[in-house]
């Protein structure tokens, strides 16, 4: 059973970092990628960024690569999303889903595989001004 269990999140202030882990077991790790997603009261959903854990390749959305990282432990099977400097705005549930490819270009990714059974269960994520 393919498992991701999702830990991190909180409430800051503007301007403070926080680091969201997704803990993924049930399949091989290095052969899939972890994308991060957020929804925002009365918004729709937006991906924020993604790993392929299989070569570490990472890809952000445009408005987000400066602020945030993501990053692997592969021997601990997670993935880490740091988001620094954060604003309101970044206020959101945010969730991990496994997917079996994802890349970003021409401003939107791309994902293969993304499966609705294979997410994290979304950790709150409150900015306060």
């Known amino acids: 059973e393919v498992q991701l269990v999702q830990s991190g999140g909180g409430l800051v202030q503007a301007g403070r970092s926080l680091r969201l882990s997704c803990a993924v077991s049930?399949?091989?790790?290095?052969?899939?990628?972890i994308g991060w997603f957020r929804q925002a009261p009365g918004k729709e959903r937006e991906q924020v960024s993604c790993i392929n854990t299989g070569d570490g390749s990472t890809y952000y959305s445009d408005s987000l690569k400066v602020r945030f990282t993501v990053s692997s432990d592969n021997a601990k099977n997670t993935v880490f999303l740091q988001m620094n400097s954060l604003k309101p705005e970044d206020t959101a549930v945010y969730h991990c889903?496994?997917?079996?490819?994802?890349?970003?270009?021409?401003?939107?990714?791309?994902?293969?595989?993304?499966?609705?059974?294979?997410w994290g269960q979304g950790t709150q994520v409150t900015v306060s001004a």
């Open positions: 889903a496994a997917m079996i490819r994802c890349t970003y270009s021409r401003g939107e990714f791309h994902r293969v595989g993304l499966r609705s059974d294979w």
């Open positions: 049930g399949f091989t790790f290095g052969d899939y990628s």
